[in-house]
Every structure is written in C-alpha cells, then in structure tokens.
C-alpha cells in the first residue's frame, strides 16, 4: 500500500535563492508548452478541415533553450525541465481523455514546485545516524537539505519540493510493503447496507470541526485559550481512535481570544504529531490576520456557510459602489482575501435555503425557477441535482471544496459526479440569477 509523507524542510538562503530559480525555470517550460499548445490549436482550427486539428502532443522543450532569451535556463538541471515538460504532457492526455481540463499556465506566486526523480536527490545517513536529503548532481547542486521527520519511511522513486508562503516541504510516496485488499464500490455498499445501525456507528469516523464548548441549556460560548485547545484535541482523538488529526479548525470567533495561547497550542499540538494542519471555520479577514501575528503555522482552511441561495460573499463582490442590500458587506471581502491569501474556502450546508428559510432548497415553494434551473441541467448532463448544486461552487476559480454529508451511500456517490461536471459560464450565471439574484 502507498503511504503518502509530508516533511517541513529548512533550507539555508542560498538554498531557497537556488531551489526559487528551479522552480521558476520549471514554470517556465510549462507555460511555454501550454502556449505552444494553443498556437497549434489557433492555426490548426483555421487552416485544418473541420475536426481535424494538430495536437503538440509531445515532451520537447530543448527548442526554448534559446542563448539571447534564455540561457539562464541552462543553469537549471535539465531533468527539472524535462519532468516539468513530462507533467504537462501526462495532463494534456489526461485532459483529452476527459479527466481533467487542459494544462493552463501557472503564475508567478509565493508558491511553487519542482518534481525530482532518482538521478537528483538521495537519502544518506550523517556521523550523528540522522537521514539527510542530497539535492542535485555533482556539478549542480545545493547540498544537503535539512528537514524534520516525525517518523521513519522508505527511499521514494521520486520526490517534490514545494514552497508556500515562505515555507518549504517535501513531499512524497512510498510502498510500505503492507498487502491491501481492494475490493469494487458496489460490493462495498452491499456490504454496508447489510450492517445494523450499531454496527455502522463502530467503524464511522467522524471529523470533529472546531474547538467550541457545546450549547447546554441556552447558552453557548467560545473557548481559543491553550488549555481548551489542546482538551479538545485530546478529545477528539479519543473518540476517532487515531493518533493524530489532519486538520484542526478553530470554529467560530473568540473575541476573547489570546492569539499567544493559540499559536503555543499549534505548536505542541504539531510538534508532537497529533495535528498536521490548521485552519479557521466562520472567520473574517482581520480575525485571521489576528491569529496570523502569533501563529506560525499556516492557516490553510476557512469553511463558511454557501449555497446558491446563500452567497452574500459573491452578491457584494456584484454590487459594489452602490446602496441596494446585496451590496452590504457582511464578511470583509472574505472571498477575495482567501484567493489572495491560498487560503481554500469550505462551503458548509451547499443545499440549505439559508436567508432565514428552514430546509433545502431542492423543491423548496420559494424557488421554483431555480429547481426548474437545476433540473433542465441536471437532466442535460446526465446527473443529479445535488452534483449540479456542488458544480456550482467547484467552478468558481477561489478552488473551493464543499462538505456534504448523508447516511446514503448512493447519494454520496452521485453528488461527487459533480467533479465531472464542467458547467459553462452563462450556465453558472443563469443558475445564480434563477436563484433570485439580480446582476446590477
């Protein structure tokens, strides 16, 4: 079985000057060929009969190597290149085969990635019996990258590094060498429909979303000190019967809180392995810039409440400059900030009416354009209701990632056919707009 690791790496700074410029060359050859590809395709589509039209369908990448433009690029191990060119090919085919879309180009951020194969980094063993990671060749190279793990793991094939905000890791798989018997979909669903109520509850895992103190009798507070933290934490391990969690959220603001107590709680929390990451539930912009001035960790998660009939966040992202309701911001430009800041929005309650009104919105009697809406596209694409209202939110660009839940098995399974769902912009606009909105 493959078993995924994640290691925090230090590098010195003559490391991250070398490991930015390998990431730049390697961004580099990948939007040469995306622009590439859709030179072809522009002059395929004029000058080749109708569906016939030249795919550059291949690996190539010595032809930018040019010495007036860019024979800095010489600088840069040629296998970074040649993975970067082998990665975008590998998605252009998975994208013609209709599992992902077509390769885009990357911008230039705070973030970046380089794949490196055997022939470019080894693990060695130091006087002191500590694993130490040699990046590069012999002629080109950085050293040795220092980095923390929590944990022993076998050589990988192949490796990236990864930078993001300021922060670098190593990634990687391996073969643990444990046999795992993989059994189809269906065969499981039988199995668990054929479990009593009892039974099902034993094996459920379940993800406990913030540290909060629960409503009893009315009332109802919230608790970010160090020593809640790290009780719920402990909590919530108990009760998942797991030695760590891979995200912890902070659910909902603590105006009481003590940024301080926060960040030493992240770090003995992650220093001794029982959370990986961290995040925010239901939280503006300022409170998490509050948190960022002592926590040290990134916080990579805010899950917010958003549906079609529940979206204040793209309504004053509409309405700006005027004095109509939809213009009231009630989030600090949420939305926004989390694109800017790669910070991924978690949609919570993606069916609910919201503004008020109780239930769902499928069937619901105030909106019968937008059932009428969702189920003309939902028939058109073969799939169901639920999947279109989950496509809805995947296609915005922010990259968000709903949460959805059911006791159904079958249910799950059609609402994550909203991955393959590519919705058109005057689609996206028409569902919107047939939810009751007005575009100014």
């Not at 596209?377 to 209202?389: F, L, N, P, T």
């Amino acid at each position: 079985m493959l078993t995924g690791i994640q290691l925090r790496a230090y590098p010195t700074n003559h490391q991250k000057l070398i490991l930015s410029q390998w990431m730049g060359c390697a961004r580099f050859v990948w939007n040469a060929k995306c622009d590439e590809d859709k030179y072809f395709r522009g002059f395929a589509r004029k000058f080749t009969p109708f569906k016939h039209y030249y795919e550059t369908q291949d690996t190539k990448y010595s032809h930018f190597k040019s010495k007036e433009l860019s024979d800095w690029l010489s600088k840069c191990p040629s296998q970074i290149l040649r993975n970067s060119v082998t990665n975008w090919y590998e998605t252009l085919n998975d994208s013609i085969k209709k599992i992902c879309g077509r390769p885009k180009r990357k911008k230039k951020t705070d973030k970046g990635s380089i794949y490196l194969t055997r022939e470019l980094f080894r693990f060695e063993k130091n006087q002191c019996g500590q694993t130490v990671l040699f990046i590069g060749q012999k002629k080109n190279n950085i050293g040795y990258l220092k980095f923390h793990a929590h944990a022993d793991f076998k050589e990988p094939k192949s490796l990236y590094i990864r930078k993001e905000r300021g922060q670098y890791f190593v990634s990687f798989c391996y073969d643990d060498g444990v046999e795992q018997d993989l059994i189809k979909p269906q065969e499981h669903l039988e199995y668990l429909r054929g479990m009593t109520a009892e039974q099902l509850q034993s094996i459920t895992v379940g993800i406990d979303r913030g540290v909060t103190i629960p409503v009893h009798a009315g009332h109802q507070e919230f608790d970010f000190s160090k020593e809640h933290i790290i009780a719920s934490v402990e909590g919530s391990l108990k009760r998942l019967q797991t030695d760590y969690v891979d995200a912890l959220l902070l659910h909902r603001p603590d105006t009481l809180v003590e940024p301080e107590e926060v960040a030493e709680a992240f770090d003995e929390l992650h220093k001794a392995g029982k959370v990986r990451h961290f995040g925010v539930s239901n939280q503006n912009p300022m409170q998490i810039e509050l948190l960022k001035k002592a926590v040290t960790q990134p916080l990579l998660i805010n899950q917010l409440q958003l549906s079609l009939t529940h979206a204040p966040m793209i309504d004053a992202g509409f309405n700006v400059n005027m004095m109509n309701n939809p213009s009231f911001m009630h989030d600090g430009s949420v939305l926004e900030y989390s694109r800017i800041s790669d910070m991924t929005i978690q949609p919570w309650s993606p069916f609910q009416a919201g503004n008020g009104k109780k239930g769902l919105f499928f069937d619901h009697p105030d909106y019968p354009e937008l059932n009428e809406k969702i189920n003309t596209i939902a028939e058109d694409k073969g799939v169901s209701r639920e999947a279109i209202a989950i496509a809805w939110l995947l296609r915005h660009p922010a990259k968000m990632q709903p949460i959805v839940g059911s006791m159904n098995p079958e249910r799950i399974a059609a609402i994550c056919k909203a991955s393959d769902v590519a919705l058109s912009r005057t689609e996206w606009y028409d569902l919107y707009k047939a939810a009751g909105k007005m575009l100014p």
